[in-house]
């Protein structure tokens, strides 16, 4: 039986609910900051979240919303500055107001630790937007608690592209039979599965609910406190009502047969 080491973490939509009233807030403020006339509505951002990167996402929108836009002759260097901009207002989003974990995660963070099992982030956002929200949301110390923070364009390719699961693996030395990942998106769970994990456990939030989660071995809608037990959408039964330390072990032999 491949014996569990290591808890692969997602962030966005996973660690935190930081998509609707964070990323797209700040997104907002950059275009406005910009004198740009581009208003993210939830509705919008949502259909633009199928595309992962802010970069990626902000060309994107234009393909889609903005083709008549007269883009600047370098495009490339007209997003990264947009792009930037963006993550300092997502910076100061968390730190004032901040944004609260996700129910469940910073309780399976400390037994995790605890226990001695490895942690690590598998993101395809910003290192600084992790370390804003980890610093903010978690602990002023919380990214030394993650061995391997892997974020971002560390990677050539984004989710669904296994690359940033692989990128993480690799650095820790770990095969992903050792493995759990913790996901919220099909995107995300498509980047796991493609990069060999199978333990792949999925919250879901408002954006993400009518995602196809076919590779998962369990959908939740959260991870669980003992006053508000998480609900399983697909998969084997919680025996506690949360996902605790002999719930992974239940998860991944599940996954691992
Ligand atoms: C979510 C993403 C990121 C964020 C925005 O990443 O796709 O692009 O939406 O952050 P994950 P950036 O779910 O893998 O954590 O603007 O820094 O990309
Ligand atoms: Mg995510």
């Not at 595309?51 to 902000?58: A, H, W, Y």
């Not at 083709?67 to 300092?88: C, M, S, V, Y």
Request: charged letters at 30%.
């Amino acid at each position: 039986m491949a014996q569990l080491e290591a808890l692969l973490f997602d962030v966005d939509g996973t660690l935190a609910d930081t998509e609707r009233d964070g990323h797209r807030v700040a997104f907002n403020r950059a275009f406005a900051d910009a004198g740009l006339d581009w208003e993210w509505t939830p509705e919008i951002y949502g259909d633009l979240l199928e595309v992962t990167g802010g970069k990626e996402r902000i060309r994107h929108f234009l393909e889609k919303y903005r083709p008549e836009f007269e883009a600047p002759a370098d495009l490339d260097a007209f997003i990264a500055e947009l792009h930037a901009a963006k993550t300092g207002h997502y910076k100061r989003l968390m730190e004032d107001p901040g944004l609260p974990l996700r129910p469940g995660v910073e309780r399976l963070l400390r037994e995790a630790r605890d226990a001695g099992l490895r942690l690590a982030i598998a993101t395809t956002t910003t290192p600084a937007n992790v370390t804003a929200l980890l610093r903010n949301s978690l602990d002023p110390e919380a990214e030394e608690w993650f061995e391997v923070i892997a974020a971002g364009d560390i990677v050539p390719a984004k989710k669904p592209a296994p690359d940033i699961y692989l990128w993480a693996m690799e650095r820790m030395g770990l095969p992903p039979e050792r493995c759990m990942a913790f996901e919220d998106s099909e995107n995300g769970v498509a980047a796991a599965r493609d990069a060999g994990l199978r333990s792949i456990l999925v919250t879901v939030n408002d954006y993400t609910r009518d995602h196809d989660f076919g590779p998962a071995t369990v959908v939740l809608d959260q991870l669980g406190m003992p006053e508000s037990p998480a609900r399983v959408l697909q998969g084997p039964p919680l025996v506690k009502g949360q996902v605790d330390l002999p719930a992974l072990k239940a998860i991944h032999d599940h996954a691992w047969g």
